[in-house]
């Protein structure tokens, strides 16, 4: 297919998916019906319950079945309430890629069920469950979910389009997913199944199908009015088929469906058949994986290490061994003990191998391994080392970085803060030697400061004899249920005063105070005052490491606005964390709103030209809702508020009208008890990374398997709202695969241009390896730049589908699709 052809049918397929996203398969949002993510999230939790139960009470434990299931109330019930974070986070990968199916497969039926695809569909789910199970195998816990979110879809959607409700069954299918295993009495192309119907459509399945235990599901085709005789159609407006003898339809999508009587059957029939795959997952993995790849302890995040090498930190690498060494003891037993560990060495003159294992006692001995290696240069390639690491670790993985010296490969920067901002990594530099002789970082080495903020990471200045005390500061990020309440970024620093609400569940409240010079003043609720002169003061005790101050409070547990009063004209960072089960995530969408709302998560940066939307999920211990909802520039604290729109499950659609110019934060004010609004129950969280708007789109198209020893396609486009723009296009891939890809486009008055990335892989690739690649376009001679970060899955013997248009990998916002719409094609 031509480029040519390619965008004539994504400029088709976007246009039609406004209105497919309700009629192609169960709603995406609804109030009135159940949909996809209510059906996802059921059988997830439920599931999940069961499977903790069994594996805590396996280890001597008790498990207390919640009377409400919610990620955090399954989390508590699982003893691991740190879990709630990052089951949510499971839950919205999952359920997200459920929804994109919609979005990515329009025009292909064996997706859906539809035109009696049965055969073809059937493998859809048998191949994608193989998929997730051999993703399990190499610990590639992103890649599994959303490989089985995307087949959930397709599982969900023979209950809802085919007829085996009507056939009076009201348990699952237990052959869908067993490959090669006949499912039933399949209609073939020439028996006709319905009968045309008007306004009531109840009984228009032909009696001698229901007779005779005959499978068929509706024809959907919203181009031709096209179909077998006498077959029955999908319905909807949508549908053309359903205009046609015989007319009308047999979906079960909602309860407005034309066999929307039977909708809540169907619904709760795929939720059962949702926990038989879960199960089939289950018993294939074990209950400890699969409870990882639900992300309930233990934790499916990795904890990695990236470390120099070279000769001139040969003196430095044996308090390196030490330090690593305490971190990884520290969270054995914990719920933060990673599900794997992972090494990249560096030095000014290479980087890796890189080393990942799930045995802390091997990783431990490879450690113990290292060696000054290299040259004895004032540069380092410290973010090749870096970005390897990234793109090997589990999303939400906690990376370490022990550099001296300044980055050589600083045209890696915008692939690792990519990586850190589309999969929320958590970014720690450990720098030796970075001050001048004014005391201030060097200039060279704001760049860690850059991916440290951006990550919620720190950076911490030291000497080498100053390495031991970091274990401090290594020991609090092992405490469970950390939660980011304030945060601030002065760069230059000014006078000014800052205030915060801490609630009632918050224990074990710090502040961390980056800074090369500090005159402040924290007072508390109560009126208590203490300075930064004040080493031992009547709040507590400041630690300093390096060029970190830690307030460790004696009392930290106090309820109420707190204040900080800062004065100095240098850079500095506030950042205020606690221990509680109430916190928040949130994913940047992209919101579909005819004629029923639906939604897809972004890989990139949302949009600087209108609105930013993003899903909000709070969780916590009793009754949580969040009141106020904002992003706060990070530079100067103003606020841009949001609108909030409840779609259930703690779920939040989150609308903010004005963008912010540069980076912000996102912050959310609610209460506890929304029965007894006051100072008590409010509580205040607030992001821990920093985000940033962009005015550029990138949208990836390209087919959703990838055989090893074949060549990977794929198209993608890069548009702005200006016209006769040049672009600097930059792609890379984890595993280095050979690739091509222009290294600049330009775009016509429209500011739309085109280009493809050809990527091939070896023929000895292991089924469900990941291929993390980024695709980035920058204005040339611009700092604004945005990026697409696909996550690619190999899988064996899984051909692609035979559709118009394969897969689309929406990372654009609804600009990019208002910029196609009036392409004259």
């Known amino acids: 297919m031509k480029m040519s052809s390619r965008l004539i049918c994504t400029k088709l397929l976007l246009l039609l998916f406004i209105i497919h996203a309700s009629v192609q398969a169960f709603t995406i949002i609804s109030s009135s019906s159940n949909t996809h993510q209510n059906i996802t999230v059921a059988a997830i939790l439920q599931k999940s319950a069961e499977v903790c139960s069994s594996f805590i009470t396996q280890q001597g434990g008790n498990f207390v079945q919640p009377n409400v299931l919610t990620p955090g109330s399954v989390a508590e019930a699982c003893q691991s309430r740190k879990s709630a974070a990052s089951l949510t986070k499971a839950i919205v990968s999952i359920a997200g890629n459920n929804a994109l199916v919609d979005g990515m497969h329009v025009f292909d039926p064996e997706y859906h069920f539809d035109d009696e695809s049965f055969v073809q569909a059937q493998k859809l789910i048998t191949d994608g469950v193989a998929t997730v199970k051999a993703s399990l195998l190499l610990k590639n816990y992103d890649t599994a979910r959303e490989k089985l979110g995307k087949t959930l879809h397709t599982l969900q959607d023979f209950y809802s389009h085919s007829n085996w409700i009507e056939l009076g069954n009201r348990s699952p299918n237990p052959n869908l997913i067993k490959p090669n295993t006949p499912i039933g009495n399949i209609a073939d192309v020439n028996t006709e199944t319905c009968s045309s119907c008007g306004d009531n459509c109840t009984n228009n399945i032909l009696p001698t199908v229901l007779a005779q235990n005959t499978l068929t599901s509706g024809y959907f085709n919203m181009l031709s009015s096209n179909k077998p005789k006498g077959k029955c159609s999908h319905g909807g407006t949508a549908d053309k088929t359903s205009f046609v003898e015989p007319k009308g339809g047999i979906n079960k999508d909602s309860t407005s469906s034309p066999h929307g009587s039977l909708h809540f059957v169907a619904a709760d029939v795929a939720i059962a058949a949702t926990k038989d795959l879960l199960q089939d997952i289950r018993e294939t993995s074990g209950d400890k994986e699969f409870l990882r ?120 920067k915008s692939t690792v803060l990519a990586l850190i901002e589309s999969m929320k990594f958590t970014v720690n530099v450990m720098l030796t030697n970075a001050l001048s002789n004014t005391g201030l970082l060097n200039p060279v080495n704001q760049l860690y400061e850059d991916l440290a903020l951006a990550s919620g990471g720190q950076v911490m200045v030291l000497t080498k004899d100053l390495l031991t005390n970091v274990t401090t500061f290594v020991s609090n990020s092992t405490i469970s249920a950390l939660v980011n309440i304030f945060q601030v970024v002065r760069n230059p620093g000014r006078e000014e005063s800052f205030s915060f609400v801490v609630d009632s569940s918050v224990t074990n409240l710090q502040f961390y105070i980056r800074a090369n010079s500090t005159n402040f003043t924290i007072t508390s609720p109560s009126g208590q005052s203490q300075k930064s002169q004040e080493i031992y003061g009547s709040l507590g005790v400041i630690l300093t490491i390096g060029n970190i101050y830690i307030v460790q409070l004696k009392n930290s ?269």
């Open 293 to 412: 790849l639900m992300g309930i302890f233990p934790s499916s995040s990795g904890l990695c290490f990236v470390i120099v090498t070279s000769v001139s930190t040969a003196d430095l690498i044996s308090e390196v061994k030490s330090l690593t060494a305490f971190i990884i003891d520290s969270r054995q037993g914990t719920t933060n003990e990673p599900s794997s560990y992972i090494l990249v060495p560096f030095s000014d003159t290479g980087f890796g191998p890189l080393t990942q294992t799930t045995d802390f006692g091997d990783f431990n001995k490879t450690i113990n391994a290292l060696s000054a290696s290299g040259g004895g240069n004032r540069s380092e390639m410290s973010l090749s080392g870096l970005w390897l690491a990234l793109a090997a670790a589990p999303a939400g993985s906690e990376i370490f970085l022990f550099t001296n010296a300044e980055a050589k490969d600083v045209e890696l």
């Open 557 to 825: 547990s106090q309820a109420g606005r707190w204040f900080i009063y800062f004065n100095s004209s240098q850079s500095y960072t506030i950042k205020v964390i606690g221990q509680s089960a109430i916190d928040f995530q949130f994913n940047f969408v992209t919101v579909f709103q005819n004629p029923h709302p639906g939604y897809t998560v972004l890989n990139s940066r949302p949009t600087a030209d209108g609105n930013i939307t993003f899903l909000l999920s709070i969780f916590g211990s009793g009754e949580v809702k969040p009141t106020d909802v904002s992003l706060v520039e990070a530079s100067n604290s103003t606020v841009h508020t949001s609108v909030l729109q409840d779609v259930g499950n703690g779920d939040y659609l989150v609308t903010v009208s004005t963008v912010p110019s540069g980076e912000f934060y996102v912050r959310v004010i609610g209460y506890t008890n929304s029965s007894l609004i006051s100072s008590s129950t409010m509580f205040q969280r607030q992001s821990s990374g920093l985000y940033r708007t962009s005015n550029i789109t990138v949208t990836a198209l390209g087919n959703d398997t990838w055989a090893p020893g074949t060549l990977f396609t794929l198209p993608f486009t890069v548009a702005t709202r200006s016209g006769w723009q040049n672009y600097t296009i930059t792609a890379r891939n984890n595993l280095q695969y050979n690739m091509t890809f222009p290294s600049s486009l330009t775009a016509g008055g429209d500011g739309v241009a085109n280009g493809t990335v050809y990527l091939t892989s070896p023929t000895n690739v292991k089924p469900g390896s990941e291929v993390i690649l980024t695709i980035e376009a920058a204005l040339t001679g611009g700092d604004d730049y945005n990026y697409a970060v696909l996550r690619l899955a190999l899988s064996k013997g899984v051909a692609p589908s035979a559709g118009l248009v394969h897969s689309l990998w929406i990372s654009g916002t609804a600009l990019f699709i208002n910029i196609l719409l009036n392409i004259q094609i």
